[in-house]
């Protein structure tokens, strides 16, 4: 199959371009850039005031199967992928059993290749079931296609464990991603830790649990010269961390999401919407303002959604037995679209770096540009589509999303991954 894009704004900083085209793919991969092209028996797609960019990438999502299959599979977290204009995603190993052998790696990759979306790139667990006491099997999994490694759900408590990890992970050319949580400092925790747990008169979470264990990790990534990733960064601290990291040069990453983002404690009133309720906790509205900086210097590298369904019994409940986190996957583009590139505040190209380029680095996949020769895993974006954030439009299994009820301008509206059209003109493919 064919198909022809036409009169499309590509934009590609990793090659330059930043212009209006034509760009035609045949088979898997992008056979021409140019102008005025034709192909006999293509199928055109209308680019006219759209822009085509590298495919998105996801690097931190969970698709909880094995295990918890009423809250997402591999098939429909593949499919809200798709909806919200991902090619790549990399699945978190928090599964039953969790993802810490290669079989369980070669379970996803099967999984995916069935579902016929989106490519699945699994991470495997740093530790055996992620209980922190011994090495998963590390070199197993990377035979298998395991992207990164984390124990994501929980921070590694032994400095000594997570130095043996780091050191073993790093002989394999694969990164650490981190949790960043001191779990004695943030038991029973269900809110940020000041104005929020006082006002909503619950435990709170304090932001020295999380930025403890990135300082730790950062000189454990100085001593083992292991690449470094944080997971989910949240405080305005953590992140100066980082940039000091980054200027000494040291090999370390991290990455932010839209609820982190966008909402802030302030957002939690008194109807305590449990779909406010994160892990790590939606901290105050000068760290939101510090993650939204950071996404514009360069400090941080990533855009992820740290995608987290769970079944409508597990959110509408009493806020501290409610289980942490949102879904996300179809609704971080529109919010980065409304709140950053559309008013002006974010680049075009700087977006295509923290939401393609950068995660695909940090999880060592091919480069994809939109050039000759390039997989054609590609993402078409509409500047101008509206969106109406409900349970009706998600295509996730939950519903579970802190923005129900938001209007949105901008959205993904069709895909190709191996230069198949997973989603067309916001449809997901059959």
Request: proline share 4%.
């Amino acid at each position: 199959m064919a198909y022809l894009i036409k009169n499309v704004h590509a934009i590609d900083p990793q090659i330059g371009l930043d212009t209006c085209c034509d760009v035609l793919i045949e088979g898997t991969i992008v056979s021409k850039v140019g102008d005025s092209l034709e192909c006999e028996g293509a199928t055109v797609v209308d680019g006219t005031g759209k822009y085509l960019v590298p495919g998105l990438v996801d690097m931190h999502v969970h698709f909880r199967d094995p295990g918890f299959e009423y809250k997402e599979t591999i098939t429909t977290g593949a499919r809200a992928a798709t909806h919200g204009g991902f090619t790549d995603v990399a699945t978190m190993p928090n599964t039953s059993p969790v993802t810490d052998s290669g079989a369980e790696i070669r379970y996803q990759i099967d999984q995916a290749r069935a579902a016929n979306l989106c490519h699945v790139r699994p991470m495997g667990a740093l530790t055996a079931e992620q209980k922190g006491e011994a090495l998963a099997e590390i070199g197993d999994m990377v035979v298998e296609g395991a992207s990164a490694f984390s124990d994501d759900g929980h921070g590694v408590q032994s400095a000594g464990m997570m130095r043996t990890c780091m050191e073993y992970v790093s002989q394999f050319d694969r990164v650490v991603c981190a949790h960043c949580e001191v779990e004695s400092l943030t038991t029973n925790g269900v809110v940020n830790e000041g104005r929020a747990s006082t006002r909503l008169g619950m435990f709170g979470w304090p932001a020295l649990g999380e930025e403890l264990e990135i300082l730790r990790d950062i000189e454990l990534a100085r001593l083992t010269g292991c690449d470094f990733h944080v997971c989910h960064i949240s405080t305005a601290k953590g992140l100066e961390y980082v940039r000091r990291a980054k200027a000494e040069g040291l090999p370390v990453t991290c990455e932010v999401t839209p609820h982190h983002l966008f909402l802030c404690e302030d957002d939690i009133t008194d109807a305590y919407d449990t779909n406010l309720k994160m892990n790590p906790p939606l901290r105050t509205s000068e760290d939101a303002a510090a993650m939204r900086e950071g996404i514009l210097d360069g400090s941080i590298d990533c855009v992820v959604t740290d995608h987290a369904p769970h079944a409508a019994h597990e959110k509408d409940c009493e806020w501290e037995i409610a289980y942490f986190g949102c879904v996300g996957l179809e609704t971080s583009l529109p919010l980065m679209l409304a709140n950053m590139v559309l008013p002006g505040k974010m680049s075009w190209q700087r977006l295509i770096e923290v939401m393609a380029i950068n995660p695909r680095r940090l999880l060592r996949l091919k480069p994809v540009r939109i050039e000759a020769g390039s997989a054609a895993d590609l993402t078409l974006i509409d500047p101008n589509r509206v969106v109406h954030v409900t349970p009706e439009w998600l295509q996730s299994k939950s519903k579970n999303s802190a923005f129900l009820g938001q209007t949105l301008k901008g959205c993904a509206c069709d895909v190709f991954v191996d230069g198949r059209r997973t989603l067309i003109d916001g449809e997901v493919a059959s």
